[in-house]
């Protein structure tokens, strides 16, 4: 017999094991000899009044084995004779269209510029000890992508493209735990994320795929109207079926390469702003409602926050973005003389710090000047400003950085907070960094979040920058229904760089997509089901 039960619950009764078993016992009250199993399928947290509760959902099996929790397997076919494909780019768009090409029976052969998971350890340490940006290998660009090195969250808003189900499931089949099937916000954390990069690497070799790293694309093999391959920047020639291009939101060399060969793109909206960090201490007070400490089974409390805000009569949005609970921020560049930030948190998230992008949404009609570069107008934008964080920030990995309400009141602060960010702050007027039309909506929406949120808008936080990176300034058009780019044929854009994903798992879904319409347009075997 199964029966689905709904519990609200305490952090304990919820967390712990024991506690959760004995409650759902008290309910169920089996007989003696009766052989039960109970898991939870879902859990939220509700923390809208003072007694923080968890919303669960569970399963419970009496004298009934239980299905298996996940579906996916790593039994993959073998390919290694079939047709291949080229895939550009293994971050989570390029490795999960690969393993879906290997289910349906062909070949991807990926193409990483960036070094494995392991190998880019090495420069992440440069950037932060010795601020040397390897353009090949940083926070961006290598095994993984930049999801490699984040909070590693996994919920998304995207349910049309594809099932999020099958690939959470996808994900628990390569390390990752059981409990991102059940919690509302799942993540995995950056400790352990290398580790499952590596193993999805694994399945796509095991099955006879092919996987290159250092290998970068330099240009495209096209006759007609019709991509055939790439060229490396070894001066090799690498033909397939047709290109799923998964190069991210970062590769600016890309964009040019496809603008000077007048392939269709074009400038798109995009965020800029800030990271802000707090203590977590503090987030925890205001969210859970406690004075000192939220426990040993409440997680980091998160948050969400957006605002409407209106500046030279046009309204844009403001919004937290990749908040990470005891996280820590870290340098996100992509090349010498630009600094970026980013957050990434552990898989415990028991940093002493939160931190949060927080971005202004930019439309193209902010950007007049920058229209006469055409397609790149927002890409050329944001180089700009990210070169100014470098100048501000001394040339170097320092990050340019303000106290809160030193900058509402427009004052350079006289000292800054300890900080996560390794390679160090300055103090500047972030001003002088971001646009007025920026910055000004910031103000606005740190107001207005300081009133939703009691204790947010404090001195004893910080903002720095900058937050350049949230999407893609550049759109690589495709079909609607085909996915394919409307004047190049077996071209196929896919994930965060074209404009189609914003994050792991929606991501992960659109790799997998594109490789679907690839192939059952292409792959001569037509195996698509």
Known sequence: MKKELQFVLSPKEAYDEEGFRQVVTRQIQPGKEDDVVIRQVRRSIDARSRDV?????????????PPPLIRAEKNYPHVSQSEPLIIVGAGPTGLFAALRAIELGARPIVLERGKDVQSRRRDLAAINKEHIVNPDSNYCFGEGGAGTYSDGKLYTRSKKRGDVRRIMEILVAHGAREDILVDAHPHIGTNKLPVLV??????????????YFETKVTDLVIQGNEIQGVVTQSGDKILGMGVILATGHSARDIFRLLDSKQVLIASKPFALGVRIEHEQALIDSIQYHCENDRGPYLPASSY????????????????SFCMCPGGFIVPAATAPGEVVVNGMSPSRRDGKFANSGIVVAVELEDLDA????????????????????????????????????????????????????????ASVGMDDVLPAFVAERLRQA???????????????????????????????????????????????????????????????????RCAEKLLEKYFSKRIIN
């Open 53 to 65: 509760k968890i919303n669960v959902t569970a399963e419970v099996f009496v004298n009934e084995l």
């Open 198 to 211: 590596a193993a999805l690497r694994q399945s796509i070799v095991d099955a006879g795929g092919e996987i």
């Open 304 to 319: 969400s926050l957006v605002q409407q805000t209106m500046y030279q009569k046009k309204q844009r949005g403001v919004f």
């Open 370 to 425: 920058y229209h006469k570069y055409g397609p790149l107008a927002a890409m050329r934008f944001q180089q700009e400003i990210e070169k100014s964080a470098w100048v501000a920030g001394g040339k170097t990995q320092t990050a340019p950085a303000q106290r809160m309400v030193d900058f509402m009141d427009k004052r350079v602060s006289s000292t800054l907070l300890p900080t996560s960010y390794q390679p160090g702050l």
């Open 446 to 512: 740190f107001d207005a979040f300081g009133k939703k949120m009691k204790g947010y808008l404090t001195n004893d936080a910080q903002i720095i920058g900058v937050e350049s990176r949230s999407s893609s300034p550049v759109r690589i058009p495709r079909d609607k229904d085909s996915f394919e780019h409307p004047q190049i044929a077996r071209l196929y854009p896919s994930g965060e760089g074209a404009g189609y994903a914003g994050g792991i798992v929606s991501a992960a879904m659109d790799g997998e």
